[in-house]
């Protein structure tokens, strides 16, 4: 079974472009997460969605978004880029949404804001 | 107040010794899950142990175990016999407050092991 695949695996972008970054879930996963890792505030949480519907949000800004798809395939976009958003962005999986479940993430997107 | 907190500077460890990283945590939910993930240098995020919050029994997988203290709100991964391979990032997280509507999981920083041949 193949694992989570994101792409691309590097970007490098310039301030106040927007990006786009894809998330291959695992087969037959539904719940797909997206995760921020910064060396200063490290792992913290974007958003969830489930069935295509987003059913958690962290403490972002507005310039943050995602959407998923009817395949489970997940799309996070980040519009206006800052220097801050310099950031591996992970995506994970599960199957479904339980208080054991473990998340499948995958290798991440490392992105550069210059 | 941070809800996982991993305070260990980098851990140095010898190979084939056992090594004990560090997890303490906050929760007001009396039902909860504890998890210990390792990212090499990758970036994967590896799935390590689980345990929840009303298990009996300290969770064990393979070469891990899970030291778990409730009243002290503590999760220590213990690694037996460690390996080259075990050199990495090692994050502990929790989800908590599980309504059936949350994937949601709250890291530590991460504590960093070096194991030495």
């Known amino acids: 079974k193949a694992g989570v695949t994101q792409t691309p695996r590097y970007l490098i972008k310039t301030r106040g472009q927007q990006v786009t970054l894809s998330c291959s879930p695992i087969?037959?996963?539904?719940?797909v997460s997206w995760y921020q890792q910064t060396p200063g505030q490290g792992l913290q949480f974007l958003f969830e969605?489930?069935?295509?519907?987003?059913?958690n949000k962290g403490n972002f800004p507005g310039r943050f978004s995602g959407r998923q798809f009817s395949n489970s395939r997940s799309e996070m976009n980040v519009s206006t880029l800052e220097l801050g958003d310099s950031a591996l962005y992970l995506c994970?999986?599960?199957?479904?949404?339980?208080?054991?479940?473990?998340?499948?993430f995958g290798s991440g997107t490392q992105l550069s804001v210059l | 107040a941070q809800k996982i907190t991993q305070t260990q500077p980098g851990m140095f460890v010898q190979e084939k010794e056992a090594v004990t990283l560090d997890c303490t945590y906050d929760?007001?939910?009396?039902?909860?899950?504890l998890f210990w993930y390792k990212q090499p240098s990758s970036g994967e995020m590896i799935f390590l142990i689980y345990?929840?919050?009303?298990?009996?029994q300290n969770a064990t997988e393979g070469r891990y175990s899970l030291n778990f203290q409730k009243a002290r709100k503590s999760a220590n991964l213990v690694i037996s016999a460690s390996q080259l391979g075990d050199s990495a990032m090692y994050f502990c997280?929790?989800?908590?407050?599980?309504?059936?509507?949350?994937?949601?999981?709250?890291f530590g920083k991460g504590i960093t092991l070096s194991v030495r041949p």
């Open positions: 994970a999986s599960s199957f479904q949404s339980g208080l054991n479940e473990k998340l499948f």
């Open positions: 087969s037959g996963h539904r719940s």
């Open positions: 969605y489930f069935s295509e519907t987003q059913r």
């Open positions: 929760t007001s939910d009396p039902s909860y899950g």
């Open positions: 345990q929840g919050s009303y298990d009996q």
């Open positions: 997280a929790m989800r908590e407050d599980y309504t059936g509507a949350n994937s949601k999981l709250t």
